[in-house]
């Protein structure tokens, strides 16, 4: 008799085991769901003008402090789309794509730089660059790269080697198919929502905490 309890004994050691890792192991993916991750990220996209004054005010004002002081970068998929208000046809002569930018041609330059800077260099980089030079320093390129220590090289070579309507072609693919009437326009989670736009121009956060919640079911840290 004692043999036998003995003998019945491990497989019953066994099946708790399994029970209580079964038991542990839901609770850890339940805790998940509810728990802010840097896997669970909204995307962000920006579709400004490197000239445009409120871009650059959206951006240093709202865009800028929410994701840093807020910490809503780790939580964000960020997208800039450098283009804007672009008027782009086909010259009959060359047959050559001509875009005019509604700051002039010199804007036009500049949101080409942008773009092969968020080409050529990570996400984060990208938007240390594009924050910095659209926070007064829109032409300093070198000023920018060198304050956060960040290689440049290659989105010069992608500057100097292409046109710039060719560099800035997709980039108006993608402005065109949301057809913006104001710059900056923001999307969220690849939404483009015209009744949150002034929202999201004056307090960029409240809108991105409400998304956040509603997608993920959780509240980020600073959230009301």
């Known amino acids: 008799m004692m043999s036998e309890l003995i003998g019945d004994f491990p497989r019953q050691f066994i099946s708790l085991s399994v029970l209580i890792m079964v038991i542990f192991m839901f609770n850890m993916n339940a805790a998940d769901d509810t728990t802010p991750t840097p896997n669970k990220k909204l995307e962000v996209k920006v579709y400004y003008e490197t000239l445009c004054p409120d871009s650059i005010r959206f951006i240093r004002n709202q865009l800028l402090p929410v994701?840093?002081?807020?910490?809503?970068?780790?939580?964000?998929?960020?997208?800039?789309?450098p283009f804007g208000h672009v008027v782009s046809y086909k010259d009959r002569n060359t047959n050559e794509t001509?875009?005019?930018?509604?700051?002039?041609?010199?804007?036009?330059?500049?949101?080409?730089q942008h773009a092969c800077?968020?080409?050529?260099n990570s996400e984060r980089e990208a938007f240390d660059m594009v924050t910095c030079m659209m926070s007064g320093?829109?032409?300093k390129l070198n000023k920018?790269?060198?304050?956060?220590g960040i290689n440049v090289?290659?989105?010069?070579?992608?500057?100097?080697?292409?046109?710039?309507?060719?560099?800035?072609?997709?980039?108006?693919?993608?402005?065109y198919s949301v057809n913006p009437s104001f710059i900056p326009t923001i999307t969220i989670d690849g939404i483009f929502n015209w009744n949150e736009?002034?929202?999201?121009?004056?307090d960029l956060d409240a809108v991105f905490c409400r998304r956040y919640e509603n997608k993920?079911?959780?509240?980020?840290?600073?959230?009301?």
């Open 153 to 175: 090289d290659a989105a010069k070579s992608c500057k100097e080697s292409k046109s710039t309507e060719n560099i800035l072609e997709k980039y108006g693919v993608d402005t």
């Open 117 to 120: 800077v968020i080409e050529n």
């Open 98 to 112: 001509v875009m005019r930018c509604q700051h002039g041609r010199n804007e036009c330059e500049l949101n080409a």
């Open 67 to 81: 994701m840093t002081e807020k910490n809503r970068l780790n939580f964000t998929d960020l997208k800039f789309v």
């Open 137 to 139: 320093y829109n032409k």
């Open 144 to 148: 920018c790269a060198t304050k956060f």
């Open 197 to 202: 736009q002034d929202e999201i121009l004056q």
């Open 216 to 224: 993920y079911n959780v509240k980020l840290d600073g959230c009301y």
